[in-house]
């Protein structure tokens, strides 16, 4: 059974502060995903990683994937408080037949 | 990228009574999905649904409590049946589209339930 783990669970961070949230699987996967949501709001899509190595950024958000290891990264650079959101990353099982999701991480940035 | 429309957006319930959930896309799809998020928790599968065969579920979910319908490959529905208060979550359908390198999750806007 494919299980995703997440951590940290909670992060509480200073306005331009670097930190990285870590996303860890259990089995081969297909690709990976990145979420945000914000409370009592939907998901929005963040970023999909195809294949080792692959890393995608967008603004302050950059996200890497090693297949090998089985981990992929979510890398938060100079952090504003816009940026704070619950995270959650997602497994694509074989086959792109479902989703198995992570614990979430909820990001706080603090001024 | 695809539109998907879900309704409600939200609801309060009398327990013991049902819910029925609405997800419209915008363009035919094989395979739907819902989810429950229990507040304060990620996401889990209920089940997966196809157009013309019954919906798989997933381990902890049964069809008598949550029967889904899809009638055609725009449009599925999901219902909670004999609600208690621990069906108070957000439910969410999703579905999967595009090519392989392309191929993404989209997510509807989600219900927030409240069973009382």
């Known amino acids: 059974e494919l299980k995703v783990e997440q951590n940290p669970l909670f992060l509480s961070m200073q306005e331009g502060k670097n930190y990285t949230i870590y996303c860890n699987y259990s089995?081969?996967?297909?690709?990976l995903y990145w979420y945000r949501q914000d409370p009592g709001k939907s998901l929005e899509s963040l970023f999909v990683?195809?294949?080792?190595?692959a890393v995608k950024q967008e603004g302050r958000l950059m996200a890497s994937l090693d297949t090998k290891a089985r981990l992929s990264t979510l890398h938060i650079t100079a952090a504003v408080h816009d940026l704070s959101a619950t995270y959650f990353c997602a497994v694509d099982t074989a086959g792109f037949q479902k989703l198995v999701f992570g614990t979430g991480t909820r990001l706080l940035v603090s001024p | 990228s695809a539109v998907i429309s879900q309704k409600p957006s939200r609801d309060i319930c009398q327990r013991g009574t049902s819910l029925t959930i609405q997800c419209q896309v915008d363009?035919?799809?094989?395979?739907m999905f819902w989810y429950r998020q229990q507040p304060g928790q990620s996401l889990t599968l209920i089940a997966t649904a196809n157009q013309g065969s019954e919906a798989t579920y997933e381990s902890g979910f049964v069809i008598d409590k949550f029967p889904i319908s899809r009638p055609n490959l725009t449009f599925s529905t999901l219902t909670v049946s004999n609600m208690s208060p621990e069906d108070s979550s957000i439910y969410l359908c999703s579905f999967l589209a595009g090519e392989f390198m392309n191929t993404e999750a989209f997510f509807g806007q989600g219900t927030r339930l409240t069973v009382v």
């Open positions: 089995t081969t996967s297909d690709r």
């Open positions: 990683l195809l294949s080792n190595g």
């Open positions: 363009s035919q799809v094989t395979m």
